[in-house]
């Protein structure tokens, strides 16, 4: 008994005392970040409302899609589960206008442009064009590889056939994907700047330095107060 209330005497003598305009601004910071976040998932909605739209009239040139695009940039931006999120659905509300909608090949449509976004939580916050270029090009040929292989199922035409077929259309793929991937690393730096999404890590390191979390019952977890 003894020496648990030596402990708990200890523990409260390390306890920070914060003073009130520190804990003002401490809170201030917290409405910051939480502002951030809803940004960031009305942001999301957006690319999967916007990539499903844009792929619609694009469909007049095969394979040209926006959706690597728009998945890359949400993992660059917000992390690969966000990246993947983005890429299997707006693969999926865009196949409700498409020609030739929904099908047996929605799954591995979808799972092609998710592995893509998800790519795109690999890259580093400063990646170079060299870097975004790799995981532009390695997204595409995973879509390539998993979409042709997959065709035999569909068709019974054997795998060398269904990419023989299919190289005019990866040709257009890579070529068309490339050129967006140039444009990635502008819109990255164009979104952070204008959602403030650049201070989202400094807000949340701030306070996790006083073992804050999303809720706003923390006063207590702060010890003792200053006037």
Same mark, same amino acid.
């Not at 959706?67 to 940039?73: D, E, G, K, P, R």
């Not at 979808?110 to 998710?114: C, E, I, K, T, W």
């Not at 064009?129 to 532009?136: D, P």
């Not at 019974?156 to 190289?167: D, N, T, W, Y």
């Given at each position: 008994?003894?020496? +648990?209330?030596?402990?708990?005497?200890?523990?409260?003598k390390?306890?920070p *005392?914060?003073?009130?305009?520190?804990?003002?601004?401490?809170?201030?910071i917290?409405?910051q970040?939480?502002?951030?976040?809803?940004?960031?998932? &009305?942001?999301?909605?957006?690319?999967i409302v916007? =990539? $499903? &739209?844009?792929?619609?009239?694009?469909?007049a040139?095969?394979? $040209?899609?926006p959706?690597?695009?728009?998945?890359?940039?949400a993992?660059w931006?917000? #992390?690969?589960?966000?990246? /993947?999120?983005?890429?299997?659905?707006?693969?999926?509300?865009?196949?409700? /206008?498409?020609?030739?909608?929904?099908? !047996?090949?929605?799954?591995?449509q979808?799972?092609?442009?998710?592995i =893509?976004?998800?790519? #795109?939580?690999f890259?580093?916050? +400063? $990646?170079s064009?060299? %870097?975004?270029?790799? *995981?532009?090009l390695i997204?595409?040929? *995973?879509?390539?590889i998993?979409?042709?292989?997959?065709?035999?199922f569909?068709t #019974?035409?054997?795998?060398?056939?269904?990419? =023989?077929?299919?190289?005019p259309f990866? =040709? *257009?793929?890579?070529?068309?994907?490339?050129?967006?991937?140039? $444009?990635?690393?502008?819109?990255?730096?164009?979104? %952070?700047?204008?959602?403030? /999404?650049?201070?989202?890590?400094i807000c949340a390191?701030?306070?996790?330095?006083?073992?804050?979390?999303?809720? /706003?019952?923390?006063?207590?977890?702060?010890?003792?107060?200053? !006037?």
């Open positions: 008994m003894e020496l +648990k209330l030596l402990l708990k005497k200890k523990k409260k390390q306890e *005392i914060i003073k009130t305009e520190q804990r003002l601004a401490l809170h201030a917290q409405k970040l939480q502002s951030l976040r809803l940004k960031e998932y &009305l942001l999301l909605s957006g690319f916007g =990539a $499903a &739209l844009l792929r619609v009239p694009m469909q040139v095969p394979s $040209a899609e959706l690597t695009f728009f998945a890359i940039l993992g931006l917000f #992390g690969r589960k966000k990246g /993947f999120l983005v890429g299997a659905s707006s693969l999926y509300i865009s196949n409700f /206008f498409m020609f030739g909608g929904q099908g !047996p090949w929605t799954i591995m979808a799972l092609s442009f998710g =893509a976004g998800f790519l #795109g939580g890259l580093r916050k +400063k $990646a064009y060299l %870097e975004v270029i790799t *995981i532009a997204g595409t040929l *995973i879509f390539e998993l979409m042709n292989s997959f065709t035999p569909m #019974g035409a054997s795998v060398f056939i269904a990419f =023989a077929l299919a190289l990866m =040709a *257009i793929h890579f070529a068309s994907n490339l050129l967006f991937a140039f $444009a990635l690393p502008s819109a990255k730096k164009f979104i %952070e700047k204008k959602g403030g /999404f650049n201070e989202k890590d390191n701030t306070l996790n330095k006083f073992g804050i979390t999303g809720s /706003f019952n923390w006063i207590k977890k702060l010890g003792k107060t200053e !006037p």
